[in-house]
């Protein structure tokens, strides 16, 4: 084996996040369905349950998780361009939106591909079988999904969307779009003329589903033509920004935060904080309750359920009810661990950009364990 094997599928929301970074990084790799007999007989044993992206390295080192995938490369040296900003704000900027674009989008993502059957239903049954059983014949797949479809709309009830949560899911998300829109009809890229972690954590849902699936990929393509073609540009091989002439493939210069990314942070810290807050008030109560979990015990328990219980929260005059993910506090820590490793002098000036944009909160919301990953599955640490 010369190449990476990546398993995912295109129509997962987690998977996009890994698969646009390997493209950039131009890692020869080839992707497989989870449906795949070698992820039965290789990866299932390794990681003990059915989860992409997974990555298996020419070497047969099994990685788990978008984040996890990312840093292996990162760590060794081998990425074309840093998924991480040197620069203190950028830096900090990025890792919110990975959080964000991966956690904090993940209703609208579940509303809009599975609230509008006219116009989904058929392509979503069509991929969810062909990539999941590629060798059965396409009657017997769609036999198959059609009973598995209600667990999945299931959990876009698990994150909030119900009836009376609709109309303000798609309320925001409309908004959010706008402010897409108009960043990235001036730059590229987030944060200039290269993807950092934030345009990978935000390619997840702006992908698979919001960009991908029939219903809302036209309303974006009508509606943010500039963000659809920014999640065309994430999965190109090359840059893919000639409409921006002479576009340096760099960052944008002297740690700089422009106008419309500002607006963007605004959106994470009123559409998004109110979220963050519930969760930790949540799992605090539940590590409480629950205080002789061992060291390095998964976060699900012996099933790893990605879900501890379930939280309220008052969001824009309604009360949603969300299940609690741990797995948000190990994306939460990426970003006060990069804070806490800057200057004084650093500090000082993401704290005034988080001021700035409402989201000064975002360095204090934490659980009272952190949550860790080994052997690919959420832990508990000591």
Known sequence: ?????????????????????????????????????????????????????????????????????????????????????????????????????????????????????????DFIEDQFGLFAMPSAPREKRLEIIRKSTGRMRAAAVMFGVVPETIPIIEEAYEELMGELNAHFSQTPYLLGGAPTIGDYGLIASLFAHLGRDPYPAQMMKRRAPALFRWTERMNAWGADMSEFLDYPEELLPGDEIPATLKTLLKRVASDYLPEIRAFTAFTNGWLAENPDLPANAPVGGEKLVRAIGKCSFEWRGKTFDVGVMPYRFYLLQRIQDAFNALADEDRKSVSALLEETGLSEIMTLRSNRRVGRKDNIEIWEG
């Not at 970074?21 to 992707?31: G, S």
């Not at 039965?40 to 990555?55: D, F, N, S, T």
């Open 1 to 121: 084996m010369t190449k990476f094997r990546f398993y995912g599928m295109p129509h997962s929301l987690y998977s996009g996040k890994a698969r646009s970074y390997l493209i950039k990084q131009h890692v020869d790799f080839e992707e497989l369905t989870a449906g795949h007999p070698r992820y039965g007989e290789k990866i299932m044993p390794a990681i003990h349950r059915w989860i992409i992206p997974v990555l298996e390295t020419p070497d047969g080192e099994i990685v788990q998780d978008g984040t996890d995938i990312i840093d292996w490369f990162e760590k060794r040296g081998l990425a074309r361009h840093s998924a991480y900003p040197e620069s203190p704000r950028q830096r900090i900027t990025s890792l919110i939106f990975e959080m964000f674009g991966g956690e904090g989008m993940v209703r609208p993502a579940m509303h809009y591909r599975w609230n509008f059957d006219e116009t989904n239903l």
